[in-house]
């Protein structure tokens, strides 16, 4: 096989790969309750967080941080009213540790 025909397979093999839905995790903040109070949760209870609102939050893709943003509220179109997260810095997306 020639390098034409292997570049191509692996821009087909790439692109295939660019529909595959993954999964991001916006962690907004953390709490560390002692284990009697948690043992006391019940519905309506308040679970205190190590963030405020205006603080950045983290988006991870598993346990790799991607990026850092800030939530916003969409406040047009469709979702108009639903949570969303404004990127303020996107980490190299390149392969780990490369």
Known sequence: ????????DIRKTKAAFTHVPIEI?????????????????????VLL?????EDLVELYVGDRLIGMGVLEIAETGEQQGQLCVRLIDVNDLGPAGA
Not at 1 to 8: G, H, I, K, P, V
Not at 49 to 53: A, H, I, M, Y
């Open 49 to 53: 967080l190590d963030k405020r609102v």
């Open 1 to 8: 096989m020639d390098n034409l025909s292997q570049n191509a």
């Open 25 to 45: 995790m916006v962690s907004v903040g953390r709490a560390r309750p002692l284990v009697r109070d948690l043992l006391q949760l019940e519905e309506g209870s």
